[in-house]
Structures are given as C-alpha cells and as structure tokens.
C-alpha cells in the first residue's frame, strides 16, 4: 500500500502561491516551498515529481481559487459596463491593499518566464484566452443593455481591456502608484466602452 499523505494538498498549494508570488519562480528555492508549506522536500517530490510540476499545481489552484472568482464578477451585474467597473475596481483595490506590491500571480510568471518554459507558458496562454473570453461576453451584455458603444468589435474591446487590466497590473507591481492614479487609468481606459453621442 502506498504511503499515505499527511497533508492537506490545498493548503500546501496555496501556501506555496503565496512564496512563488513573492518571490517568482526563479528565486524560489525547494527549501523556501518546505519551509512555508511546512512539509519536507521529499514529499514535494514525491507528490509532484519536481519544482516545474509543483508551480504547475500551484498555477491551477490560483485558478481555482482566484481566477474562477474573477470571471464570475464579471457576471455579477446586471449592466455589463457595471460588471466591468465593478471588476476592476475590485482588482485595483486588492493591488493597493491586501496584494500591495504583488501584482498578478499569472502576470508576474508571464512576465518572469517568457517562453523559457514552453508547458507553462501554453498554461497561461489559455488562461488569459479565457480571461478575454470573459471580458467579451461582459462587452456583448453591454451592448445589448446599452451601456456599452454598438459599433465596436467586441473583440478589440475586451482585448483593450485586457490591455489596460496588465498594464495596471504591472504598474502596482514595478512601482508604488498610488491607488487615485490606478483609477483614473482605469477611467481612462473606460472610455473605450463610451456610447456615441
């Protein structure tokens, strides 16, 4: 009989995700994952086989938890421009608070990896192909409901927005922008979804 494990997979990972945020991947030790998740090394290995598959895990749980999350506000209201300004300003407020200087999880190992790691890299390609998806159908319910202009692609304004929400990302983590500055180039951004006059 294998040997059983005695931790809790969920709260390794999401330990883990706070150590890779941190520091990224390549300045991530084993013993830096030991130590947070509070197991030893060999129980990383042997339940994720190396350092590459562990952060793997770890990019599915932020989905999970985080990710998942993020898309269903932007379903949350019944406008879609609400949903969209209500999701950004959820977003600039965890980058100026809770999240201050860490930035997004999957945008930091974009950044970070480049296409060094072509599993990962692939991972969050579809992620943020997800994430535009999600802005779209939010855009699509804008127009409908006429909050948002009608002449538009659909399609050039999520990816705007999408544009604008990693911009503002990387800002808050590279710098220390204050929180009135992240939301006016949020309200400028915003003004792509203007209707015409």
């Not at 406008?79 to 201050?100: K, P, V």
């Not at 779209?136 to 990816?159: K, N």
């Amino acid at each position: 009989m294998g040997r059983h494990l005695e931790f809790d997979k969920q709260d390794v990972l999401g330990n883990a995700m706070q150590v890779f945020w941190r520091k990224g991947y390549a300045e991530t030790s084993m013993q830096d994952l030991a130590d947070a998740c509070g197991i030893n090394k060999a129980s990383i290995y042997n339940t994720w086989t190396n350092k590459e598959q562990f952060f793997s895990a770890v990019i599915d749980f932020y989905c999970d938890s985080i990710t998942r999350q993020n898309a269903e506000e932007l379903r949350g209201q019944d406008s879609g421009r609400a949903a969209i300004e209500a999701y950004f300003d959820g977003q600039i407020a965890f980058l100026c608070n809770e999240g201050h200087g860490l930035g997004c999880f999957l945008t930091n190992t974009a950044g970070e990896l480049g296409f060094t790691s072509p599993p990962i890299i692939e991972r969050l390609r579809k992620i943020f192909f997800e994430m535009m998806e999600n802005f779209m159908g939010a855009v699509r319910r804008g127009q409908e409901d006429g909050s948002i202009v009608r002449d538009e692609d659909p399609l050039m304004l999520a990816l705007t927005l999408q544009n604008a929400l990693q911009g503002i990302r990387m800002l808050a983590r590279a710098g220390d922008p204050p929180e009135h500055v992240l939301r006016h180039i949020m309200r400028l951004s915003m003004r792509c979804l203007d209707t015409r006059a």
